[in-house]
């Protein structure tokens, strides 16, 4: 089970305005009670005037919620509804009541007209409120509009009260991860950045650890016999405790956290082991650790673990497929060109959960080439999880900060194919309908850097509607072949 994200607990108010019957938006507020099948707090006040605004949100409050639902079951009053998103601490969704309860004289609530209204004063405050992409409905329709709420919510919860903790500058000729934390400050990150030393003194003082053998009993559990180095298994099991408890003890006023660590090329000799298993390991409970104090990818990871409750990876978007496989095992097989394929690859830092059968903890190749004498065995370059990436649905997406101080986002959905790559490392081969234009014209065109983040699902809908809440102006995503990109040459066959 995913921890370290928000548990939302959402509530609805409904708002009356003064000249309509109240009672319209209280039957209507009672027939989404009904309808909603998850955990919904009622709130008993109509909301009507100003005064009842602070008793609404007074209760809502008292009630334990984090999210709500403003539900204008009739027109509603401007002013107080839009205030309950100024002094609730929490996201807020707007939606209004469809009409059809039969009654078109004093059972219309004209609440198409209101969310115009709405929505005007909100921008008028400079208040941030969600409104769905078609925020009228009847009872069943809203319902499902907060079913799809939530995970939006969860994400901007967790951005709100999330501290990224990092280690070490990021390693030379790797600037493509070096992005300013300005845009962190004004997501409402915050960000506490450490040196390695002071992450080696730590793995220090946490050397026979009493809790060391237990861990070790869950990694040669999870791996199964033949897929780990035993001799290996102390020291893993030694940073995985270093890292919780720097967790615990510095997340602060924060709730949730995420690590951003330099794990090459210092850290393999003096730590004497690669840290990608502990990392798959973190992120399967829900914190992530990011390679090369990538900051903007931990972050990345994370509103992806709150939009999919489930384990997410970070991956390089790393190398075209060969002809010769694209042949001999997707073509006429899948629906995609060879330029909708690529690789993606990391040393081993994917949960083990989404990896094939034959999944085993391994040794950093380059780095061993870089870092260990030719011909010798590998040594401290071992503690990589690699494999062929299960077939599975995929969201490619990422949040960065550019050079300009300037957030922008890009989301594309596709799949990981059932095809074996012949390569090392947790790799996978990726199918996304027009990469080849989208690489070009959105990650290339906009400098974004090699990592993107990996969904395990189709969320891209929910990252949209988080990245917008969030307030990023330029949010990219793989357009097909009849809408062409700004920059794309029209002359081109």
């Given at each position: 089970?995913?921890?370290?994200?928000?548990?939302?607990?959402?509530?609805?108010i409904a708002?009356?305005?003064?000249c309509?019957?109240?009672?319209?938006?209280?039957?209507?507020?009672?027939?989404?009670?009904?309808?909603?099948k998850?955990?919904?707090?009622?709130?008993?006040?109509?909301?009507?005037?100003?005064?009842?605004?602070?008793?609404?949100?007074?209760d809502?409050?008292?009630?334990?919620?984090?999210?709500?639902?403003?539900?204008?079951?009739?027109?509603?009053p401007?002013?107080?509804e839009?205030?309950?998103?100024?002094?609730?601490d929490?996201?807020?969704?707007?939606?209004?009541?469809?009409?059809g309860?039969?009654?078109?004289?004093?059972?219309?609530?004209?609440?198409?007209?209101?969310m115009?209204?709405?929505?005007?004063?909100?921008?008028m405050?400079?208040?941030?409120?969600?409104?769905?992409?078609?925020p009228?409905?009847t009872?069943?329709?809203?319902?499902?509009m907060?079913?799809?709420?939530?995970?939006v919510?969860?994400?901007?919860i967790?951005?709100?009260n999330?501290?990224?903790i990092?280690?070490g500058?990021?390693p030379?000729?790797?600037?493509?991860?070096n992005a300013?934390?300005?845009?962190?400050?004004?997501?409402?990150?915050?960000?506490?950045e450490?040196?390695?030393?002071?992450?080696?003194?730590?793995?220090k003082?946490?050397?026979n650890?009493?809790?060391?053998?237990?861990?070790c009993?869950?990694?040669?559990?999870?791996?199964?016999?033949?897929?780990?180095?035993?001799?290996?298994?102390?020291r893993?099991?030694?940073?995985?405790l270093?890292?919780?408890?720097?967790?615990?003890?510095?997340?602060?006023?924060?709730?949730?956290?995420?690590?951003?660590?330099k794990?090459?090329?210092?850290?393999?000799?003096?730590?004497?082991?690669?840290?990608?298993?502990v990392?798959?390991?973190?992120?399967?409970?829900?914190?992530?650790?990011s390679?090369?104090?990538?900051?903007?990818?931990?972050?990345?990871?994370?509103?992806?673990?709150?939009?999919?409750?489930?384990?997410?990876?970070?991956?390089?978007?790393?190398?075209?497929?060969?002809?010769?496989?694209?042949d001999?095992d997707?073509?006429?097989?899948?629906?995609?060109?060879?330029?909708?394929?690529?690789?993606?690859?990391h040393c081993?830092?994917?949960?083990?959960?989404?990896?094939?059968?034959?999944?085993?903890?391994?040794y950093?190749?380059?780095?061993?080439?870089?870092?260990?004498?030719?011909?010798?065995?590998?040594?401290?370059?071992?503690?990589?999880l690699?494999?062929d990436?299960?077939?599975?649905?995929?969201?490619?997406?990422?949040?960065q900060?550019?050079?300009?101080?300037?957030?922008?986002?890009?989301?594309?959905?596709?799949?990981?194919l059932?095809v074996?790559?012949r390569?090392?490392?947790?790799i996978?081969?990726?199918?996304i309908?027009?990469?080849?234009?989208?690489?070009?014209?959105?990650?290339?065109?906009?400098?974004?850097?090699?990592?993107?983040?990996?969904?395990?699902?189709?969320?891209?809908?929910?990252?949209?509607?988080?990245?917008?809440?969030?307030?990023?102006?330029?949010?990219a995503?793989?357009?097909?072949a009849?809408?062409?990109y700004?920059?794309?040459n029209?002359?081109?066959?």
């Amino acid at each position: 089970m995913i921890s370290n994200i928000p548990v939302v607990k959402a509530g609805i108010i409904a708002v009356s305005r003064d000249c309509f019957p109240i009672q319209l938006s209280q039957k209507r507020r009672a027939a989404i009670m009904q309808a909603y099948k998850g955990e919904l707090y009622e709130c008993p006040v109509t909301v009507e005037n100003e005064l009842d605004m602070c008793k609404a949100v007074e209760d809502v409050k008292k009630a334990g919620c984090n999210a709500l639902v403003v539900f204008l079951g009739n027109f509603g009053p401007e002013t107080p509804e839009t205030l309950i998103a100024k002094y609730f601490d929490g996201p807020c969704m707007f939606v209004a009541a469809a009409e059809g309860d039969g009654d078109m004289i004093n059972g219309r609530g004209d609440a198409y007209c209101g969310m115009l209204n709405c929505s005007y004063n909100l921008g008028m405050r400079h208040l941030q409120g969600y409104i769905p992409s078609y925020p009228v409905g009847t009872a069943d329709e809203i319902a499902r509009m907060i079913a799809d709420f939530i995970p939006v919510a969860r994400a901007v919860i967790g951005v709100k009260n999330l501290k990224i903790i990092s280690f070490g500058p990021r390693p030379q000729d790797f600037f493509a991860c070096n992005a300013p934390i300005k845009g962190l400050y004004e997501l409402g990150v915050e960000i506490e950045e450490n040196s390695e030393l002071d992450l080696l003194v730590s793995y220090k003082e946490h050397e026979n650890d009493p809790r060391i053998p237990g861990v070790c009993a869950e990694m040669a559990k999870e791996m199964g016999e033949g897929a780990y180095y035993p001799d290996l298994s102390v020291r893993m099991a030694q940073f995985e405790l270093t890292l919780l408890d720097w967790a615990e003890k510095h997340k602060g006023a924060r709730k949730y956290v995420a690590f951003a660590d330099k794990c090459w090329p210092a850290f393999p000799s003096e730590f004497g082991f690669e840290p990608c298993y502990v990392n798959s390991r973190l992120v399967s409970r829900g914190i992530p650790v990011s390679c090369e104090v990538d900051i903007y990818g931990a972050l990345s990871e994370y509103i992806g673990l709150c939009v999919s409750a489930d384990p997410v990876t970070l991956l390089d978007i790393n190398n075209s497929v060969p002809q010769y496989i694209y042949d001999e095992d997707i073509k006429g097989k899948y629906a995609y060109k060879l330029t909708d394929t690529f690789m993606g690859f990391h040393c081993g830092n994917t949960p083990e959960c989404k990896l094939c059968s034959d999944r085993a903890i391994k040794y950093q190749l380059i780095q061993h080439r870089l870092l260990e004498p030719a011909g010798s065995d590998p040594d401290f370059t071992r503690g990589t999880l690699e494999g062929d990436l299960a077939a599975s649905d995929i969201t490619f997406y990422r949040l960065q900060c550019d050079s300009e101080g300037n957030l922008r986002s890009y989301i594309a959905e596709g799949e990981i194919l059932d095809v074996r790559t012949r390569s090392f490392g947790g790799i996978g081969v990726f199918a996304i309908p027009e990469m080849g234009r989208f690489y070009r014209h959105v990650l290339v065109e906009k400098r974004y850097p090699h990592h993107g983040a990996v969904a395990f699902s189709h969320v891209g809908k929910y990252l949209f509607e988080v990245f917008r809440f969030l307030g990023v102006k330029d949010i990219a995503w793989n357009q097909p072949a009849s809408l062409p990109y700004p920059t794309e040459n029209p002359f081109v066959k």
